[in-house]
Every structure is written in C-alpha cells, then in structure tokens.
Nanobody, 127 residues
C-alpha cells in the first residue's frame, strides 16, 4: 500500500517562509489531483492549493501570490512553498490525493473526494 509523508513544518515569524514536502510511495504524483489542506485550531479542514496531472495549480484566495504548489514527477514529491506567512496561516498542513484528476476550483472542493492522506505537519506563525 502507498504512503504520503509530509515534512518541512516548523515555527517562523510573520513574514517568513517555509517549504513543505510530501514524499509519496506507492502512488504517482504525475496522475490525478493532488493537494494541500490545513486545519487550524477550532476550525474545519480547508483546501489550500491543488495541482492537476498536467501541473496546473489552483489556490484559495487568501494564499494567492504567497504560496506556490508544485511537484517533481521524477522524485515523486509534492511541494508547497509558503512565503510572507501570516499568523492566520498557523495550522496542521496535510497533503492528499484523489483517484481522479482535479475537477473543481478552490474553495469549492469536497474533502471526501480525496482518498489518500498524510499524517500532517505543524506550521506555527508568530507575530
């Protein structure tokens, strides 16, 4: 069975940067829809960025211009570059995949469509 493993989280000051990685085994990031999600304390999990099989990204409005989702097909790894971090970005970040290619745009995305999930990595942004 395949696995997804996030890494790269940590604690930074507002305005700083982090790069999250999702190492994938048993599945291919070149296929289907892959995405990053986050869950802040007391809030529901929300989609942050998705990328389709051809590499086309889509973002929720609050992170546009600050976050960049990408993938390296040869390394079978998904990335999320986060710049100009804000306190509101504090959350546990998860990578996930569905069995089909991306069919909607953020924020209108169904969590139930994503079948495979990592365990998450904590991102904490202080003022």
């Amino acid at each position: 069975q395949g696995t997804l493993a996030e890494s790269g989280g940590g604690s930074v000051q507002a305005g700083g940067s982090l790069r999250l990685s999702c190492s994938v085994a048993g599945y291919s990031v070149s296929n289907n829809c892959w995405g990053w999600f986050r869950q802040a304390p007391g809030k529901e999990r929300e989609g942050v960025a998705i990328i389709d099989s051809g590499g086309k990204p889509n973002y929720r409005s609050s992170v546009k211009g600050r976050f960049t989702v990408s993938k390296d097909n040869a390394k079978n790894t998904l990335y999320l570059q986060m710049n100009s971090l804000q306190v509101e970005d504090t959350a546990i970040y998860y990578c996930a995949a569905e069995t089909l290619d991306c069919s909607v745009t953020l924020p209108d995305i169904f969590l139930d469509s994503f079948n495979y999930w990592g365990q998450g990595t904590q991102v904490t942004v202080s003022s």
